[in-house]
């Protein structure tokens, strides 16, 4: 079992968003100062899968922090050895881990596991990524792998496996936290499918009403958006392939604090993003778009907003149309004078 480390840590200083004001600091002060977190992988000969867990039978070891991000609970632990003592093995050859249990998230796949994968490929010799069934289901993750030319398999976690040797990347850093060369390396394994057109698009993602984060106002909100020329998507509509050319052409994306912000990974680097915010909520999770942008160099605007909760992934949201409408005139000038 040997540990390497792959980069080391470093402090990030971030630039202000484009439109920022001071009354707003709040909401960003975390994280005008933030820290790269280390990208290290452990090589290892015979470890075993136990349901969704990487344990170590020779030091009787679970690498909880790498598979779950807030680890396995005690009793946890104990219900998974006794599975493995109650359940036959599998053999699997060489493989590489790069998943934990918040995979099946699009943002996450993205911004967090491929990064994985990308930062243990100079180790790999043969190593198939393994990955639970149950991320099957989620098209984007077997898009993307077959796009990049990767190949994968997906494990029963009603089995037990024993692998060759195991390249177990761990967890790059906490929400929002991010290695700016391994995003760029994500992004240059899509970049074939790019246009070469200089991007003309303004586009806003719609979300499909769900339990929180619907737009109360919607309709206004769309009316302010048609009379500057974007164009409202539900990018649910698009396979992988069509999305990454879409947001390609793409020079200004807009949508609500969730996933669909994830695609600006896949914007040309004069890109821009608009993001509609909770006004009370400057936590880690909500400023994962506003450092993303920052680590790709996308110039990043955002729109507060009254909600139902100051949790945002509980709250709904009103939008300020008339803001809106202020930042689109303003963005339209910017984009006349370029």
């Known amino acids: 079992m040997k540990k390497i480390v792959v980069l080391n840590e470093r402090i990030i200083d971030r630039g202000a968003p484009k439109n920022f004001k001071p009354q707003d600091d709040h909401l960003f002060k975390r994280y005008w100062k933030t820290v790269a977190p280390e990208c290290h992988l452990w090589i ?7 349901r969704d867990s990487i344990f170590y039978p020779k030091n009787f070891k679970f690498f909880d922090r790498y598979t779950h991000y807030n680890g396995i609970s005690f009793l946890g ?17 060489k493989s590489v881990w790069i998943h934990d249990n918040f995979s099946g998230n699009y943002f996450h796949w993205f911004a967090e596991c491929l990064p994985r994968l990308l ?36 494990f ?11 390249i177990l990347t761990n967890r790059i850093g906490r929400i929002s936290e991010f290695r700016k060369e391994l995003l760029f390396k994500v992004k240059a394994k899509f970049d074939f ?5 200089a991007p003309k698009r303004k586009i806003y993602i719609r979300r499909k009403p769900a339990k929180a984060r619907n737009i109360l106002n919607e309709e206004a909100v769309l009316k302010v958006l048609s009379d500057h020329h974007v164009e409202s998507l539900y990018l649910d509509d ?4 069509d999305e ?21 990974l896949f914007m040309q680097g004069s890109g821009n993003v608009l993001e509609f915010r909770n006004e009370e909520d400057g936590g880690a999770s909500t400023n994962s778009f506003f450092n993303l942008a920052s680590e790709l ?42």
């Open 77 to 93: 632990k104990l219900m998974r050895v006794f599975f493995w003592v109650t359940k036959k093995k599998v053999s699997l050859g």
């Open 238 to 241: 698009f396979n992988l392939m």
């Open 193 to 197: 499918l790019g246009s070469n057109i």
């Open 297 to 338: 160099g996308i110039n990043y605007y955002y729109l507060t907003n009254k909600t139902t909760s100051h949790k945002t992934n509980h709250a709904d949201f009103e939008i300020n149309v008339e803001k809106l409408n202020d930042i689109l005139t303003t963005f339209d000038l910017t984009l006349k004078k370029a």
């Open 44 to 50: 290892i000969e015979k470890p075993l899968v136990i």
């Open 244 to 264: 990454i050319r879409l947001l390609d052409e793409t020079c200004l994306l807009i949508s609500i604090h969730g996933a669909g912000l994830t695609n600006m």
């Open 156 to 166: 029963d976690k009603n089995q037990n496996y024993e692998i060759s040797e195991l």
């Open 119 to 154: 930062f243990s490929e100079s180790f790999q010799n043969g190593h198939i990524v393994i990955l639970p069934k149950n991320l099957s289901k989620f098209t984007f993750v077997k898009e993307s792998l077959d796009l990049m030319g990767a190949k994968y398999e997906f």
